[in-house]
Structures are given as structure tokens and as C-alpha cells.
């Protein structure tokens, strides 16, 4: 079935350097790329995503970068806060019969420690 | 807006019983989504009801089911619990369409289940 891997499961920074977690995925027919933040004990929020028809996409310190031929993505935060320590997941949009998008698969997450 | 409420928040149940779960989804949004979130494990998909009708279910056995009602409202259903079902249980909404808004997930607080 369709598969999200995800890398690192930890990942510890100093403040101030740079973030990545890379994903790869199974589907080839998948769309939607988001990356959800979950802080301790709260939700997961969406911080960003990114469609297959955009190589790349940035808000402020977060980037996602997608390359469909690969079937990677990935997440780059620059100038680390403490503020970004939390555990972050990719997802990858699967398809339905009949062609529509809808649910998202997840990867297992990876812990993002930021050192101040 | 209101955001995705669940109910209950934290719940204890032995092994052998049953427990129901509920989920309100933004107003508007006709996508209802759960997942079994346990460490290390990540988010993992059960399934995902929109308009009354089971649209996808991930790989869980048939002691986990759900429902949709006419309001969108949705309930997920264990019964005979087992130990290894303790987990944070999310419910996510969506607005569901061929938009450029599709797919994207807002997710409740969760339901915290332990099992004894």
C-alpha cells in the first residue's frame, strides 16, 4: 500500500542553524504535500504544503522543496528558534477510485530539538 | 469559526469494553478523518466518511468502525478493547473539492483513550 518514510526520527540543532526532514513517497499519483507542526501536547497544525505542480515554496524560515520524479520532498527551516522544537510530519495525498484526491498518509514524525 | 471538537478529551477503559468517540467538524466542511496517533508509531489512518458513506479505511481490524451523520458529525466506535489500542485518537476536517483548498486537514485536540 501507499508508504511515507520519513528522515530523521530526531534531529537536535543549535539555535541558529539550519532544519531539514526529508520524506519519500510510494504513490506516484500523489498531489498535496503539507507538513504539519505538533508542539507537546497539542494538535498537529499545518506550517506549510506544497502541490505537485510547484517545485519549491517558502514562508519565511520554512521552505518545502518537492521533486516528483524522485518522489521526495522536503522541509527546511533556517535560523532555528526554540520556539520550532516540536515534532514535525510530512503527509502525502492518496487518490481515491474515481480520481479525487482526499485522504493523507503520514510519516512517522521527527522530533526537532533546538538548542538555545 | 469554530475549530474540530472531539469529545471526550481523556477516557480510561478496560480490556473487553467498548468506547465511542466523537467528532465535530468545522461548519462546512464535509470530510471527517480519524487517526490513532501512539509514539513512535506516528499518525495512522482509519478512515475518513464524507457524506454519510465510509470513503477510505486504513489497515485496522473490524473492531474499529465509525459513522458519519447527516451534519457531518461523526462518531469512531472500538469495542473490545485491548491494551495496545491506548492511544491519542484525532479527528481531522476537511473541505473536500477539486479547489485548490482540498485535502487540507484541521485537526482536533484529540481523544486520549487509555485501556487497563
Known amino acids: 500500500g501507499e508508504n511515507v518514510e520519513q528522515h530523521p526520527s530526531t534531529l537536535s540543532v543549535q539555535e541558529g542553524d539550519s532544519a531539514v526532514i526529508k520524506c519519500t513517497y510510494s504513490?506516484?499519483?500523489?498531489?498535496?504535500f503539507p507538513w504539519y507542526k505538533q508542539e507537546l501536547g497539542k494538535r498537529p497544525q499545518l506550517i506549510i504544503d506544497i502541490r505537485s505542480n510547484v517545485g519549491e515554496k517558502k514562508d519565511q524560515r520554512i521552505a518545502v522543496t518537492l521533486n516528483k520524479t524522485a518522489k521526495h520532498f522536503s522541509l527546511h527551516i533556517t535560523e532555528t528558534q526554540p520556539e520550532d522544537s516540536a515534532v514535525y510530519f510530512c503527509a502525502a495525498s492518496i487518490r481515491f477510485d474515481g480520481g479525487s484526491q482526499g485522504n493523507l498518509i503520514f510519516g512517522k514524525g521527527t522530533k526537532l530539538s533546538v538548542k538555545p | 469559526k469554530a475549530g474540530v471538537t472531539q469529545t471526550p478529551r481523556y477516557l480510561i477503559k478496560t480490556r473487553g469494553q467498548q468506547v465511542t468517540l466523537s467528532c465535530s467538524p468545522i461548519?462546512?466542511?464535509?470530510?471527517v478523518s480519524w487517526y490513532q496517533q501512539t509514539p513512535g508509531q506516528g499518525l495512522q489512518f482509519l478512515f475518513e466518511y464524507f457524506s454519510e458513506t465510509q470513503r477510505n479505511k486504513g489497515n485496522f481490524p473490524g473492531r474499529f468502525s465509525g459513522r458519519q451523520f447527516s451534519n457531518s458529525r461523526s462518531e469512531m466506535n472500538v469495542s473490545t478493547l485491548e491494551l495496545g489500542d491506548s492511544a491519542l485518537y484525532l479527528c481531522?476536517?476537511?473541505?473536500?473539492?477539486?479547489?485548490?483548498?482540498?485535502?487540507?486537514?484541521?485537526f482536533g485536540a484529540g481523544s486520549r483513550l487509555t485501556v487497563l
Open positions: 481531522a476536517s476537511s473541505l473536500v473539492g477539486l479547489s485548490s483548498g482540498a485535502n487540507v486537514l484541521t
Open positions: 461548519s462546512g466542511h464535509r470530510s
Open positions: 504513490d506516484s499519483a500523489s498531489n498535496y
